[in-house]
């Protein structure tokens, strides 16, 4: 399956972003998804996932309440609504697919990528 991400930006902190993410060739129900971040000179960190029928989502702790990751399995899409958005969210966002079960915070579980798409997040 191939990942396609967008909906980045830069926006002041407390304001709000939705970033997209459009899969293509592949059964897209069959993925668990996710939504990992990258800030300058930190490793790849775990934001949210989502089972493949959207039924169970998980959160790292500092977005629980503010992030909501959902699905569309129709169009092939997966979202991430960000809200109250912070500087420390400044980051290269990217979704990613994985077949294994259950539901993973390991990039390495993840087999396939997109290309990421930059929030910025003004103080």
């Known amino acids: 399956v191939q990942l396609q991400a967008s909906g980045g930006g830069l926006v002041q902190a407390g304001g709000s972003l939705r970033l997209s993410c459009a899969a293509s060739?592949?059964?897209?129900?069959?993925?668990?998804l996710a939504w990992f971040r990258q800030a300058p000179g930190k490793e790849r960190e775990f934001v949210a996932s989502?089972?493949?029928?959207?039924?169970?989502?998980v959160y790292t702790d500092s977005v629980k309440g503010r992030f909501t990751i959902s699905r569309d399995n129709d169009k092939g899409t997966v979202y991430l609504l960000m809200n109250t958005l912070k500087p420390e969210d400044t980051a290269l966002y990217y979704c990613?697919?994985?077949?294994?079960?259950?539901?993973?915070?390991?990039?390495?579980?993840?087999?396939?990528w997109g290309q990421g798409t930059l929030v910025t997040v003004s103080s």
């Open positions: 990613a697919a994985t077949t294994r079960d259950p539901i993973t915070r390991s990039p390495y579980e993840y087999d396939y």
């Open positions: 060739g592949g059964t897209f129900s069959r993925y668990f």
């Open positions: 989502i089972s493949r029928k959207g039924y169970t989502t």
